[in-house]
């Protein structure tokens, strides 16, 4: 069974730019969530989808917003970037949330 | 607020040595508790504990959870240098849906 993926794999952006980045879950996983990664706060949640619905979301600006398809697959989009936004950033799939989460490999993303 | 903290944040140990990792958390309505090993990369999935005295292994590695004390400690015994990563201590709760709350996270790293 395919794991979690995520792209693109590494970014470079400038302040003032939007990004947006991809998860695809394991097969049959409904729930995604995304995390972000920094060595100063760890892996901090940022919002989480099920069946297309936002099912919650974390202490992050409205900079922040994500979307699920049909398929599961799911977008999170950055706008107006800041030099804080550089991090790691993780998708998770689950069956449910009830189950535990698999993360993709990661989304390096870079503001200059 | 709800809170999860590891500890140590570091640890250095030799070859065939066992070590033991703590969680301890802070949190309203705990559904579940989760280890996750990272190694550069994604963090995989280590283990979800729900009921507390029932130890979980595999392999080398065990855990177990105490609900009325609220923590967790994760024993890796016979290390090996294959071990040396961060692992990742998470909590879940009901009602939040899939968001997870990470602790700061201990730093393995074992020598040959």
């Known amino acids: 069974k395919a794991g979690v993926t995520q792209t693109p794999r590494y970014l470079i952006k400038t302040r003032g730019q939007q990004v947006t980045l991809s998860c695809s879950p394991i097969?049959?996983?409904?729930?995604v969530s995304w995390y972000q990664q920094t060595p100063g706060q760890g892996l901090q949640f940022l919002f989480e989808?099920?069946?297309?619905?936002?099912?919650n979301k974390g202490n992050f600006p409205g900079r922040f917003s994500g979307r699920q398809f049909s398929n599961s697959r799911s977008e999170m989009n950055v706008s107006t970037l800041e030099l804080g936004d550089s991090a790691l950033y993780l998708c998770?799939?689950?069956?449910?949330?009830?189950?535990?989460?698999?993360f993709g490999p990661g989304t390096r993303l870079t503001v200059l | 607020e709800d809170k999860v903290v590891q500890s140590p944040l570091s640890l250095v140990v030799h070859e065939g040595d066992t070590v033991t990792l703590n969680c301890s958390y802070e949190?309203?309505?705990?559904?579940?508790l989760l280890w996750y090993k990272q190694e550069k990369k994604a963090p995989t999935f280590l283990f979800m504990l729900?009921?507390?005295?029932i130890e979980k292994k595999s392999g080398r590695l065990s855990s177990i959870l105490d609900k009325k004390e609220l923590f967790s400690i994760l024993n890796i015994t016979a290390t090996q240098t294959g071990d040396s990563a961060v692992y990742l201590c998470?909590?879940?709760?009901?009602?939040?849906?899939?968001?997870?709350?990470f602790g700061q996270g201990t730093e393995l790293s074992v020598k040959p």
């Open positions: 998770a799939s689950s069956l449910s949330a009830l189950n535990e989460q698999f």
């Open positions: 097969s049959g996983h409904r729930s």
């Open positions: 989808y099920f069946s297309e619905t936002q099912r």
């Open positions: 949190v309203t309505n705990f559904r579940s």
């Open positions: 729900t009921s507390s005295g």
């Open positions: 998470a909590v879940a709760l009901y009602n939040q849906g899939g968001k997870l709350i």
